[in-house]
């Protein structure tokens, strides 16, 4: 019996969920920011990030990183003239959002607002695109 090797990691397995999970694992939250942002742009909508920093470095030369935004609060911040705002949390496939996030999306969406979390396969299936078309969640 030969071993299929995975087209999008090489690696010399099966995976039960296909190849374009793999390749979603591969997409890091710094690409798949990259990416939201220019379909979000492009279909007219204006996008603050609220990002962490490198303000200093400890004693052992590790970054101290800072952010201006409180803890949890979402990584974009989306408006569009008619159109709800947007808060998307940025998240690797497989990466886990805080209780912190989670108070955050839940608090905004009882605002009024639309909150979610995003992850690579939101957008390989299209639902990023559903999303910033018609201004609301799917």
Request: hydrophobic share 40%.
């Amino acid at each position: 019996m030969s071993k299929t090797i995975c087209e999008g990691c090489g690696k010399p397995v099966i995976h039960r969920e296909g190849v374009e999970w793999c390749h979603d694992r591969q997409v890091n939250e710094a690409t798949l920011q990259s990416r939201v942002i220019v379909r979000a742009k492009r279909l007219g909508w204006t996008v603050q990030h609220v990002g962490k920093g490198i303000a200093t470095f400890d004693s052992n030369g590790d970054p101290v990183f800072v952010t201006t935004g409180n803890a949890g609060w979402p990584d974009l911040t989306l408006a569009r003239a008619g159109s709800r705002l947007l808060f998307i949390e940025l998240k690797r496939q497989d990466g886990e959002v805080s209780l912190e996030q989670w108070k955050w999306l839940g608090l905004l969406n009882e605002c009024g607002a639309k909150a979610l979390v995003i992850r690579p396969a939101d957008l390989r299936e299209g639902r990023v695109n559903a999303i910033l078309i018609s201004g609301s969640p799917l």
